[in-house]
C-alpha cells in the first residue's frame, strides 16, 4: 500500500527566501508524481506535474525534482512571496486512475 | 469557461440523516471523481466515474454512494451520517479517465452534529 510522508508539517519563513518541501513515498512504482497547492478551504490546484522517466520540472519559481528509485521529490520554491502561503500536497499516482495524497505542508510567508 | 461547481458550499446534517452532495464538471469533461478531506489530511479517493459508469472505488463503507448523469454532472450520497464524516468533499474533473489530469471544485463543507 502507497504511503506518502510530507516533510516538515508546517514551515514559516520570511520573504523572499528559497525553501524547499519534501516528499517521500512508499512504492517507487508511480506513473508520476504532482505538486498541489491549496488555499484554506478552498479546492486545489495544479502546480507540476512529473512523469516517471523525468528527473524535474519547472514552472516560474516553482521547480519540482523526483527521484523515483529512492521515493523521494521535492519542491523548491524561489525567492517566496505571502502569497505563496498555502498547503502544498504531494500525489503520487500509481496507475491512470489511482492518486495517493499526502497530508501536507502547511507554508506561511512571513512579509 | 466555468470550472467545476459544487453545491451546496457548507451543509450542517445530524447523525443519522443523510446528504447529498452535487458536482458539475467541466463543460467537455467525462470523468468526475469524488474525494474526502478530513481536517489536517490530504484527500482520500471516494469514487472515479466516467461515461456514467463506477470506475474506480476507494476504501469508503457503502454508506458512500454515487451516481453520474448523462449530463456527466455527479451526485454523491452519503447515509446514516457519522461525526466522522464531518470533511470537505472535493469534486474533480477530467475529459478522459487519467486521474492525473483533473481540475478541482472548491469542495463542499459538510458539518455532521
Known amino acids: 500500500k502507497q504511503e506518502v510522508t510530507q516533510i516538515p508539517a508546517a514551515l514559516s519563513v520570511p520573504e523572499g527566501e528559497n525553501l524547499v518541501l519534501n516528499c517521500s513515498f512508499t512504492d517507487s512504482a508511480i506513473y508520476n508524481l504532482q505538486w498541489f497547492r491549496q488555499d484554506p478551504g478552498k479546492g486545489l490546484t495544479s502546480l507540476l506535474l512529473i512523469q516517471s522517466s523525468q528527473r524535474e520540472q519547472t514552472s516560474g519559481r516553482l521547480n519540482a525534482s523526483l527521484d523515483k528509485s529512492s521515493g523521494r521529490s521535492t519542491l523548491y520554491i524561489a525567492a517566496s512571496q505571502p502569497g505563496d502561503s498555502a498547503t502544498y500536497l504531494c500525489a503520487p499516482s500509481e496507475r491512470d486512475d489511482k492518486i495517493i495524497f499526502g497530508k501536507g505542508t502547511r507554508l506561511h510567508i512571513l512579509p | 469557461d466555468a470550472g467545476v461547481t459544487q453545491s451546496p458550499t457548507h451543509l450542517i446534517k445530524t447523525r443519522g440523516q443523510h446528504v447529498t452532495l452535487r458536482c458539475s464538471p467541466i463543460?467537455?469533461?467525462?470523468?468526475v471523481s469524488w474525494y474526502q478531506q478530513v481536517l489536517g489530511q490530504g484527500p482520500q479517493f471516494i469514487f472515479q466515474?466516467?461515461?456514467?459508469?463506477?470506475?474506480g472505488r476507494g476504501n469508503f463503507p457503502d454508506r458512500f454512494s454515487a451516481r453520474q448523469f448523462p449530463n456527466y454532472s455527479s451526485e454523491l450520497n452519503v447515509n446514516a451520517l457519522l461525526l466522522g464524516d464531518s470533511a470537505l468533499y472535493l469534486c474533480?474533473?477530467?475529459?478522459?479517465?487519467?486521474?492525473?489530469?483533473?481540475?478541482f471544485g472548491p469542495g463542499t463543507r459538510l458539518t455532521v452534529t
Open positions: 466515474y466516467y461515461e456514467k459508469e463506477e470506475r
Open positions: 463543460s467537455g469533461h467525462k470523468s
Open positions: 474533480a474533473s477530467s475529459f478522459e479517465r487519467k486521474i492525473y489530469e483533473q481540475y
